[in-house]
């Protein structure tokens, strides 16, 4: 079992930075393979990052490529989500999600959800 809490939300203007946090409790952590995704309202959900268990591996939608990198610790069991160059399309409630491997990740397939964190993006 992974419990997972997002932070790091909040409203920052249009090319500014934000670092979202994903805490994770659970001692299968390190074994799961960790993604964000992120939902604007009236849209469905969307992949924006992976990283395998041990972060050696990080795959990103190809549309946030170079402003967006994820990474993680296992010793603390955080993921992270350093977001740069924001633009306004990028508002939404973005969510941790724990899973097998990065692939099943790409296609939305999550064993552990966040309740995800608001990002607010000013023009």
């Known amino acids: 079992q992974v419990q997972l809490v997002e932070s790091g939300g909040g409203l920052v203007q249009t090319g500014g930075s934000l670092r979202l946090s994903c805490a994770a409790s659970?001692?299968?952590?390190?074994?799961?393979?960790m993604g964000w995704f992120r939902q604007a309202p009236g849209k469905e959900r969307e992949f924006v990052a992976a990283?395998?268990?041990?972060?050696?591996?990080?795959y990103y939608a190809d549309t946030l490529k170079g402003r967006f990198t994820i990474s993680r610790d296992n010793a603390k069991n955080t993921v992270d989500l350093q977001m740069n160059s924001l633009k306004p399309e990028d508002a939404a409630v973005y969510y941790c999600?724990?899973?097998?491997?990065?692939?099943?990740?790409?296609?939305?397939?999550?064993?552990?959800w966040g309740q995800g964190t608001q990002v607010t993006v000013s023009s």
């Open positions: 999600a724990a899973g097998d491997n990065i692939a099943a990740l790409r296609r939305g397939v999550a064993n552990y």
């Open positions: 659970g001692r299968t952590f390190s074994s799961q393979a």
């Open positions: 990283i395998s268990w041990s972060g050696t591996i990080t």
